[in-house]
C-alpha cells in the first residue's frame, strides 16, 4: 500500500509538472473575481444534481439558468475594467465559457419544463466546457 502512495504521489508530481494548459494572463483582480466565480459555479453544479436526485427537475432548471445559465452572464458589469474576468480572457477562453452558458440555458428550459429524459441527457453538457476549459486554460 506504501509503494502505491509513493508511486501516485511521483506521477501526480510529474501530471503537476508537465502542465501543458495554456497560460490565460488576466489582472490580479479579473483572476480573482474569475476564482470567486468558478467557486461560484461548482457550488451551483452540487446543487443542480442534488435536485436532480431528489427528482427536484424544475427546480434544478431555475437553479441552472439562475447560476449558470446566460441570465448569469454579466456578474462583473459593474466592477472596475481590471476586475472582469472576461475582458481579459483569450478568446477561445472565453468561448468556451459562453458556450458553458449556452448548455446551461439549454438544460435549464428542458429541465424546467419538467422532462426528466432530456434534461438528464443534457446533464453531461452542464460540465462540458467547464473540463474543456479547466483542461486547456490557467492562470497561474
Known amino acids: 500500500m506504501r509503494a502505491f502512495m509513493l508511486i501516485a504521489a511521483f506521477l501526480t508530481g510529474q501530471a503537476l509538472a508537465e502542465d501543458h494548459r495554456q497560460l490565460a494572463t488576466l489582472p490580479p483582480a479579473a483572476?480573482?473575481?474569475?476564482?470567486?466565480?468558478?467557486?461560484?459555479?461548482?457550488?451551483?453544479?452540487?446543487?443542480?444534481?442534488?435536485?436532480?436526485?431528489?427528482?427536484?427537475?424544475?427546480?434544478?432548471?431555475?437553479?441552472?439558468?439562475?447560476?449558470?445559465?446566460?441570465?448569469?452572464?454579466?456578474?462583473?458589469?459593474?466592477?472596475?475594467?481590471?476586475?472582469?474576468?472576461g475582458q481579459h480572457m483569450p478568446p477561445a477562453m472565453h468561448g468556451i465559457g459562453i458556450d458553458g452558458?449556452?448548455?446551461?440555458?439549454?438544460?435549464?428550459?428542458?429541465?424546467?419544463?419538467?422532462?426528466?429524459?432530456?434534461?438528464?441527457?443534457?446533464?453531461?453538457k452542464l460540465t462540458e466546457g467547464c473540463v474543456a476549459c479547466h483542461y486547456s486554460w490557467r492562470t497561474r
Not at 49 to 63: P, R, Y
Not at 105 to 116: Q, T, W
Open 31 to 85: 483572476k480573482e473575481a474569475l476564482r470567486e466565480e468558478m467557486l461560484g459555479n461548482l457550488l451551483a453544479i452540487n446543487e443542480i444534481l442534488t435536485l436532480m436526485a431528489a427528482g427536484k427537475i424544475k427546480e434544478a432548471g431555475q437553479a441552472a439558468e439562475t447560476s449558470l445559465g446566460q441570465s448569469a452572464q454579466g456578474k462583473h458589469r459593474d466592477k472596475p475594467f481590471d476586475a472582469r474576468p
Open 101 to 124: 452558458h449556452r448548455a446551461a440555458s439549454e438544460f435549464a428550459k428542458a429541465a424546467s419544463s419538467g422532462d426528466r429524459d432530456k434534461a438528464l441527457a443534457l446533464l453531461p
